[in-house]
């Protein structure tokens, strides 16, 4: 709990160190680092974290120490860059007059043409060399997810993503020089201090730690909770939304915690995509492909599990896995929490489970049992970086006789919330696990749900695709079938 406040956001910008105390809560980064420090390399595309031109690292301390993540500049706000390390293309530098080792891989390979969306490209693959100084091909497709170029057909930037390493080492690099100098410095911009800046509804706070969060949130109940803006962004950048006052807790360590503890995995509320995947693809296999289909990876390193959850979108890609696991959810007003499962959560379009001055504080989620099977299934129009048409998560547990002992079965995309198909497994239940069960247990599909038209699928479409998925699982889970193919459509 904080026992001092600030009037200031202070960060270091490339090698400098900055301090504000007149930012609104609404500003994003790129516009100020194009209007207020005239670092133009940083671009404008799509403003909603789709195309990556705005593509900046951002450090930020952590249990491994320093760690640099390529992040959207368009939708990160300045109220989030409270004690990290912001670096943009224009602190890039090689030996001498020399170009840096991944510009000048980009020119020998001809990686930019009309150049528009080319600091993007640099900046995410800085990021990656200096994580993975010779990369597979998958990771550097991986890590290039986020960033979309209209000209070169990607081929080139590949090539010259391979080469980075021949022109120098990532140990050599600035950033890795610096490393120690740079912890040092942001070790002190730890105060333990509450930021506030602005005055009356037009301020922006970051609190020192989560009860701090916890007191403030009461106060302020009709607060914009800002952790990762990969949807509060465009809340601001396309819809003009007002959001102050703003609470911005993407840098809470309490809520950036992940552990397990008799077979369930408690996600804090502020872990992003990226820190989740290690621990969630090792122990839920299933979850790993899911996760790196969720954004680019600029969006996977500012978005957060519980911001998904507690955002209450019907598309949202983590609530049906999560209610098909089972999970369970830990909400909390001042010092009071309480559990819940997950799937209560949802009420309707809009609405969710949360009283004026609550947040979600975690999610726990239970480890799949020995011998049950678990898959999900993402429907979209492209593979990567697209909004979910429809998404199924399928958990079964068979008797010894070959009956379907249990079955939890949940969608996005088919209704005003992440919904189960309780008509579904109830059909199911009881029942031989069998293609003539399955197929009879899809009339019930109608009684479960009613799914609408819009511009990513009809409602024809996504009812067929939801009986579908089911057959999949199915086919998948008893080998009665040659395994359905990965398509471009569509992604275990």
Not at 183 to 201: P, Y
Request: proline share 4%; with cysteine; aromatic share 6%.
């Amino acid at each position: 709990m904080a026992d001092k406040t600030r009037n200031q956001i202070r960060f270091i910008l490339n090698g400098a160190d900055v301090a504000l105390n007149d930012i609104a809560p609404d500003a994003t980064l790129l516009a100020w680092l194009r209007l207020n420090r005239s670092l133009r390399g940083t671009k404008e595309g799509c403003a909603e974290g789709d195309c990556g031109a705005c593509t900046v690292l951002v450090g930020k301390l952590s249990v491994e120490g320093l760690v640099y993540e390529s992040v959207n500049a368009c939708i990160r706000f300045m109220g989030s860059l409270d004690g990290t390390h912001v670096v943009t293309v224009e602190h890039l530098r090689g030996n001498g007059e020399q170009l840096h080792p991944v510009q000048q891989a980009m020119v020998d390979f001809h990686g930019s043409q009309c150049g528009f969306c080319t600091p993007g490209f640099v900046m995410s693959l800085y990021a990656l060399w200096m994580k993975t100084p010779n990369p597979s091909d998958a990771a550097i497709e991986k890590a290039l997810q986020g960033n979309l170029c209209r000209c070169t057909g990607y081929e080139a930037i590949m090539r010259a993503a391979r080469a980075i390493s021949s022109y120098g080492k990532a140990a050599k690099d600035s950033l890795a020089v610096e490393r120690k100098d740079i912890t040092a410095r942001l070790g002190a911009l730890r105060d333990g201090a509450r930021v506030e800046v602005g005055s009356g509804k037009e301020r922006l706070i970051v609190p020192a730690d989560v009860d701090d969060f916890a007191m403030a949130l009461e106060k302020e109940p009709g607060a914009t909770i800002v952790a990762g803006s990969t949807d509060v962004g465009l809340w601001v950048t396309k819809h003009m939304r007002d959001i102050s006052p703003a609470i911005f807790i993407g840098g809470l360590d309490g809520l950036r915690t992940i552990s397990e503890a008799d077979g369930v995995i408690t996600v804090g509320a502020g872990v992003t995509y990226s820190e989740a995947f290690a621990t969630l693809s090792r122990r839920i296999p299933a979850l790993g492909p899911l996760v790196d289909r969720i954004g680019g990876e600029q969006v996977r390193n500012m978005g957060t599990i519980g911001g998904n959850i507690a955002n209450g979108s019907p598309i949202g890609d983590t609530p049906p896995p999560l209610i098909a696991l089972g999970a369970r959810l830990t909400l909390r007003k001042g010092n009071a929490r309480r559990t819940i499962p997950l799937e209560t959560f949802f009420i309707a379009y809009g609405k969710q489970d949360r009283q004026p001055g609550e947040f979600v504080e975690a999610v726990h989620v239970p480890v799949p049992a020995e011998g049950t099977k678990f898959a999900v299934y993402k429907v979209t129009k492209r593979r990567d970086e697209d909004i979910t048409a429809t998404l199924g998560a399928f958990y079964l547990t068979e008797a010894k006789d070959g009956t379907v002992a249990d079955i939890r079965i949940a969608y996005g995309g088919m209704a005003p919330t992440p919904k189960r198909a309780t008509a579904v497994e109830t059909a199911l239940i009881g029942k031989v696990w069998s293609e003539a069960t399955v197929e009879a247990a899809m009339a019930e599909y109608a009684s479960d749900f009613t799914p609408i038209t819009d511009m990513r699928a009809t409602a024809e479409y996504r009812g067929l695709a939801a009986k579908n998925l089911l057959l999949r699982f199915y086919v998948e889970t008893t080998g009665t079938r040659a395994p359905f193919q990965v398509t471009r459509n569509e992604a275990a």
